[in-house]
């Protein structure tokens, strides 16, 4: 079975400090990772995907995660952070790239304070 | 695309009637989720179907739930009947597995059963 594990619930930064949001996962075959981030009454946004070719993924936003199978983890940073990035992030691994399910951890809430 | 769209937003209903919540998943994709999210058990998983075909329902809760995809472009989620405990927001999410790409959650409907 496949999990991912989130390291605190909610974090909180101020304005243009860095972002650090955590995820380890467990899995018994490659994994594929995503981090996926929710607006206050919104749906999920994908902000971006790990799929086995570069272990350095950018996304939108100015975020980026890196895979490191040796400390099975894909942790979430922003150099900068920006008022509009307060919201929800989940972290979530799935056995392909697209067309199955998804594992989403508990989420952590992130606070942006000026 | 006008993305996954997803009826009623909102829906209040008394305890003992029946729900239907409806999903348009993305014009394409062939993989379709039905996702529930609470403040308790964080998003989890429900059904997944894959060209029409239930391929997962163990995360269905009890027999009170039901879904069914009568065709690739419109998908249903019933309980019968309903019961306070049901309340929470449900996201159906589409994803090509030929394209491998990821999953597009929907805006989501927020169920509450008084």
């Known amino acids: 079975a496949q999990s991912v594990t989130q390291l605190g619930s909610h974090v909180s930064v101020s304005e243009g400090a860095l972002v650090l949001l955590r995820c380890n996962y467990s899995?018994?075959?490659?994994?594929?990772l995503f981090w996926y981030v929710q607006y206050p009454n919104q749906g999920l946004q994908l902000l971006l995907k790990?799929?086995?070719?570069?272990?350095l993924v950018k996304g939108i936003n100015g975020f980026e995660a890196e895979f490191k199978k040796s400390e099975t983890s894909f942790h979430l940073t922003k150099p900068s952070a920006h008022m509009s990035d307060a919201a929800e992030y989940f972290c979530?691994?799935?056995?392909?790239?697209?067309?199955?399910?998804?594992?989403f951890g508990t989420g952590t809430q992130l606070k942006v304070e000026l | 695309d006008a993305g996954v769209i997803q009826s009623p937003r909102h829906e209040v209903t008394e305890m003992g009637q029946e729900v239907t919540l409806r999903c348009k998943p993305i014009?394409?994709?062939?993989?379709l989720f039905w996702y529930r999210q609470t403040m308790m058990r964080g998003l989890e998983l429900l059904i997944y179907?894959?060209?029409?075909?239930?391929?997962?329902d163990s995360g269905m809760p009890e027999d009170r739930f039901s879904a069914k995809m009568p065709n690739a472009s419109f998908s249903t989620l019933k309980i019968q009947p309903s019961e306070p405990r049901d309340s929470a927001v449900y996201f159906c999410?589409?994803?090509?597995?030929?394209?491998?790409?990821?999953?597009?959650f929907g805006q989501g409907t927020r169920l509450t059963v008084v």
């Open positions: 979530a691994v799935s056995d392909t790239g697209g067309g199955n399910k998804l594992t």
């Open positions: 999410a589409s994803s090509s597995r030929t394209a491998n790409t990821e999953a597009f």
């Open positions: 899995s018994s075959v490659p994994p594929y």
């Open positions: 179907f894959n060209n029409n075909v239930p391929i997962d």
């Open positions: 790990y799929t086995s070719a570069a272990t």
């Open positions: 014009s394409g994709h062939n993989s």
